[in-house]
């Protein structure tokens, strides 16, 4: 009898042992098939107090590890950890460690520019023969929306989230004839981290007057790492058999010009540095590369490669994708040492590149531009992808 006891008990417990397991398989197949995402991360903190009120800082990250601080003053990009061909993260985004940097003068570090991206010729334009006179702020010429522009603005954010990717949504209410500018401009931008590696910036506008809006992030890479030498031995490819060249203002002259056997065709990849001096008026009229370049042509509203970015050493990559008509490539060439940056490191000439998609610089004083005019009732949408990766060789 105490035999049959004992072989019951063992029998019992071993129904019971078997039924833990599997309740334990059961648990860890849920957490396999959780949701992607499960495997990102939103977080919000106090970032510091501005002149219009206290700043937060939003933390994107995504299940790869990639991780993109943004700041709801100026919709700043203040930061882009990604890895490197060794898995070896770093910030690749140029800035400052904490907000003060961003109160002072600085070019735009990873700002969201409005109203207007880039140049408008004597700080001038017209809509129904009514002239509108804006900041002069870049020699006669206007730049990047103006004395304060979208980018030392206050806006509001709150968390967004979606299948495959966490983000964030900045939304401002531009002020009719703030900065010169006509009409109500009802703003929002979305940025998106993808578990694809991807910051995904949507822009939606729109109006109560007839005005014009030209809507672009202003960030500075350098795929090496913030602060880690010139971008000089990155190669650039860019989708763009045209550019636009400028006048000794920057301003472009309305004429398009093909890029073959000149300095700016980087239809294939190659170095920034290989013509970065060289003796063509355009590169000496921009001290390097500060050109709109048009992009191949693609259905409206299409996402399509603007260019690509490879640096040899970290074996980086940036691709970027946009519905916008043209990209500014800039190659930082007014950056000159005075400017100290994130972890302390100085940013020398060159020391980080631009690539703001947009509708071209002046497309108000120039009629056959892609026009940049925007009217009560329509909605103003453009959407532009940094997706980030690796190569072993």
């Known amino acids: 009898m105490k035999s049959l006891q004992s072989y019951c008990f063992i029998f019992l417990l071993s129904i019971m042992m078997l039924s833990c397991e599997s309740g334990e398989q059961q648990q860890s197949g849920n957490e396999e098939d959780a949701t992607p995402a499960s495997e990102l991360s939103f977080t919000k903190e106090a970032y510091g107090d501005t002149p219009d009120g206290p700043a937060e800082l939003y933390t994107l990250k995504n ?36 907000l003060t940097g961003y109160l002072g003068p600085h070019p735009h570090f990873g700002t969201l520019v ?16 009514k002239t509108y006179t804006l900041a002069a702020n870049n020699g006669k010429n ?21 299948t495959n ?39 939606t506008a729109t109006t109560d007057k007839p005005t014009i809006v030209n ?6 890479f350098n795929l090496a790492g913030a602060g880690n030498g010139d971008i000089l031995g990155h190669l650039l490819r860019l989708n763009a058999d045209h550019y636009t060249p400028v006048d000794k203002t920057l301003i472009p ?26 003796a063509h008026e355009q590169i000496q009229i921009g001290g390097g590369y500060d050109h709109n370049f048009v992009l191949n042509q693609q259905k409206e509203g299409d996402l399509g490669l603007a260019a690509a970015v490879y ?21 930082g060439n007014f950056l000159d040492g005075t400017i100290t940056g994130k972890a302390n490191k100085i940013y020398e000439h060159r020391y980080g590149f631009c690539l703001e998609t947009q509708h071209f610089p002046n497309s108000p004083n120039q009629p056959d531009f892609p026009s940049t005019r925007l009217e009560p009732g329509e909605t103003y949408e453009t959407v532009t992808v940094f997706k980030f990766g690796v190569r072993s060789n």
């Open 63 to 98: 299940k790869n590890g990639v991780t993109i601080k943004i700041t709801n003053f100026g919709g700043i990009v203040v930061s882009i950890h990604t890895p490197d061909k060794n898995g070896t993260f770093a910030d690749i985004a140029l800035g400052f460690d904490d």
């Open 114 to 129: 409005g109203r207007y991206g880039n140049r408008i010729a004597d700080a001038k334009f017209a809509i129904d023969n």
């Open 142 to 162: 206007h730049l990047h929306g103006g004395l304060k522009g979208f980018g030392k603005v206050l806006l509001m954010g709150e968390e967004l989230t979606g």
């Open 165 to 203: 990717q966490i983000g964030v949504k900045l939304t401002y209410l531009s002020k009719d004839m703030e900065e010169g500018y006509p009409g109500n401009l009802d703003v929002t931008v979305n940025y998106w981290l993808t578990n694809k590696d991807e910051l995904r910036i949507e822009y």
């Open 215 to 220: 809507l672009t992030n202003h960030s500075y």
């Open 253 to 278: 002259t309305g004429e398009i010009e093909p890029v073959e056997g000149t300095p700016f065709d980087f239809r294939k990849s190659r170095a920034i540095g290989a013509h970065v001096n060289s």
């Open 311 to 331: 640096e040899p050493t970290s074996g980086r990559i940036l691709e970027v994708y946009t519905t916008e008509p043209g990209v500014q490539f800039y190659s």
